[in-house]
Nanobody, 121 residues
């Protein structure tokens, strides 16, 4: 059974950091690009970042560029999202998802349940 499980969310003060993890089971991440999305209350879902398989090419939303870093460890079947200099507007539920291609095509299928990130003083 294909499954993605996110973890690492929590409550953090503005300017703080968190590292999210997305662990896959039931398949190998090696062949797929992986994306991170977020959903804040009352807002549309936003694509945050994506990392390709093989080439490791990364993409970031303008809103997080320079603050967030996506990486992957295929041996652990895990993708990470390092989030620094967090802002209250980063508050959202963060989901990881598998792209249907090995590169970031924007076509996603499997989704995790998400992890809550709250940035507040």
């Amino acid at each position: 059974q294909v499954q993605l499980v996110e973890s690492g969310g929590g409550l953090v003060q503005p300017g703080g950091s968190l590292r999210l993890s997305c662990v896959a089971s039931g398949f190998s991440m090696d062949y797929y690009a992986i994306g991170w999305f977020r959903q804040a209350p009352g807002k549309e879902q936003e694509g945050v970042s994506c990392i390709g398989s093989g080439d490791g090419i990364t993409y970031y939303a303008d809103s997080v560029k320079g603050r967030f870093t996506i990486s992957r460890d295929n041996a652990k079947n895990t993708v990470y999202l390092q989030m620094n200099s967090l802002k209250p507007e980063d508050t959202a539920v963060y989901h990881c998802t598998t792209d249907t291609h090995s590169y970031c095509s924007g076509e996603y299928d499997n989704w995790g349940q998400g992890t809550q990130v709250t940035v507040s003083s």
